[in-house]
Each structure stands twice: as C-alpha cells, then as structure tokens.
C-alpha cells in the first residue's frame, strides 16, 4: 500500500512536464528538416518552430539580397513561412524541405520587384538601379569607426548595390551559389534550369561582377 | 585558347570541376599570359569578397511574430485539415446539382407522361390503373379495371368519366 502524499512533499508533475519539454526539443533539434515537416503535417507547433528558427536567417538574406530592400524582406520572410504553414500538407518528402522553402522565397522576391516595376512604372524587370537607390540595404551600425573599418564597409555597401545592378537571372544564382552555398543541382531545382544552365549563369554573374567592382577594389587597397 | 574562352572556365578552374585536359590548359595560357594572371585573380577575389559579405541574422522576435500569426491562422481556419474537406465538398457540389437536375427532369418527364404505372392513387376501393394503348382516345375502361370515384386526367389528357364502383356497366363514347 502506498504511502498518500502529503501536502507538504513537493508534487513531481512540474519537473516531469519540463524534462519531457527538454526531450523534446532536443529531439527536435537532432531531427532532419523532413522529419521536421512530417510533423508539422500534423500540427506540431514545436517542430514548426524549430524549423522556423533554422531557416528564417537564410530566407531573410536570400530575399534581401534579391530585392534589396531589408524591411520589406523581413515581411516577406514572414509570407514565406506562412505559406509554409497553410501548405504544409502539399509538401512531399521526395523532394529536400530546403529545396521547397527556398522556392517559396525566391518566388515571393521575384514578385516583390515585378510589384514595385508596376508601382514605379519602370518598363524592364532588370532595370532595378533607380528603384533600389531608396532601398538599398542599410548597415545596422551608423556610429564612427576607423578608416579601414570604414573602407570596408563602403566596400560591402558597393558589393551589395553592384549585385543589385545585376540582371535578375545573374543575380538569383550568385545569391544562392556565393551567399547561400547551395549546390548547382538544388539551384537549378530551385529555378527550374538546367545544371548547365546554373553553371554559364553563375560564371558570366561572377565576371559581369569583378567589372563593377575592379576599381572598387583596387580603391580599398586590393592588388592583382 | 584565348582570353574569351579563358573566361568562361574561370568558375570551374575556382572550384575544382575543371575536367584534367581544361585544367591544364588553362593553367599554361595563365602562365603564359600575365594580363590574363591578373585578370584571373581579380575575378578571384571578386568572388571572395561576395562569399565574405557578412550573413544577416534575423532577429529573435521574428520567430514570436511568425508564430503568432500562425496561431492566429489557425484560429481561422486556415491550414487546417477541414480546409481539405471543404475542397471536396466544393468538388463534389456541381456534381451533386448535376445529378439533383437529372432527377428533376426525369420526375417531370415521368409525371408528364402520366407515370410509369400510375401509382396507387386510391380512393376506397378503387383504382385507377393506365388505360392500354388500345383504348387510346377512348372513354372505355378496360374490363377488370375500375375508376376512382374522382373525375382524373388519364394519362391522354381526357378526362375519366366518372363511375360508380361497380353499379355501372361503363359504356363506349366516341
């Protein structure tokens, strides 16, 4: 016969419900993004949240970097994992979550900048400079620093402004091969091109590249 | 090889996808060629100085905000597996009105043209029964057949007359 708790003995419910929260989210953390989403299907929020925390700085730079504008790409990460959430049920595990999520947000970007095309009236899709003067990215940091810090950051700025100045189709692979390091077979998934495509693509990005910035660089103390 | 065609393994000779005979040769034209070195290594360190941009990192908020907009969500039913029930009702709706209008038809035909075996429309102990195609245009009803005490629309249109059940021998009218 067991003893009856008395009142004063401290009830082992609370710890139970925090260790098997600590499980887990360990759990959460060591699973694959699929096992993740197969989750998700079933309306697990804890697994949607953890996916949300491994990848909502990717798609925040990948949307950033295409539409160069920081605010509104913070909007957008938001859309991405909102149609994540609503179709979540349309994902199939043949194919890599990262594969699928990355899709959304490189749709939602090209988007964004067809919109602001129809809101600014300007006529090719490519033509992006005069648009993103405003809307560049902007440094977090503002307060003084040294003058090579300074060359430095005016050097990114530049980076920055000269892959905006990009075509479109040069811009969208250097983002994801340079700045994401996804592979060429998931770049070419992503955009629904051929492999060989993505590689002349990301070569002609590259050098289109090094003619704008050259002089930028040799400016910042570069030697070749 | 010139510098054109240099150029277009520049990204491949970078990462090692060259195949042994492209890689050789354009390492000896870079040898060869001290503009096309440095033209080579500009593009080279164009191509670190992107990888080394630094990575935006989204701010922890961001999470809260998501996830609260997808409760929120959830609280209206978006996303929710009844969103899936209700495409297939949607689906299944003009199917539904497809078959609903075929059964109207049918019944309307089917009335019209007096029914299939006029059904049991009884008043006491009479019947009335479809007259046979024999009788048509005629007020004769069929020996063995009886009329129900009410004046009807046989299935021609013209109206029965009326007999008592059984009293009166029904007679020929043309």
Redesign the interface.
Known sequence: MTPDRTRDEPSDAPNEAVERRAKTISHLKLSSDEDLMEACVEDS?EA??EL??RY??R???II?RYIGD?ERA?DL??EV??RV?????RYRRSGKFSTWIYTIAVNLAKNEIRRKVRLSKVVPVDTVTEMNESGTLQLTDEGPVADAQLATRD??QT??EA?MKLPAKYREV?ILR??QDLSYIEIGEILGIPGGTV??R??RA??A??EK??PY?RRSG?E? | MNSKDA??L???YLEGELSADEDDELRSFLAASPAAA?DY???E???E???S??????ADD??L???S???R?RARG??V?VG?ERRRLKQLVPLATMLMLGFVFAFAAITAGGGLGSSGDVAGDATVTDAPKAFAGTDIVPEGHALSETFEQNRYDRPLRQVDSGTESPSIVF
């Open positions: 929020e949607f949240q949300v925390n909502k700085s798609i925040l730079n950033s920081r913070r990460t938001q994992f909102m959430f609503i179709h979540r049920r050097l990114s980076v920055r892959i250097l340079d700045l590689r002349s990301i070569n590259r050098l590249l090094k910035l050259t660089m570069y070749f | 150029r277009k520049y990204s491949g440095a290594r500009q593009f360190a164009t191509v100085l992107l990888r941009l630094p990575r935006e990192e989204a961001m999470t905000d998501i996830m907009r997808v409760r969500a978006e996303g597996r899936r």
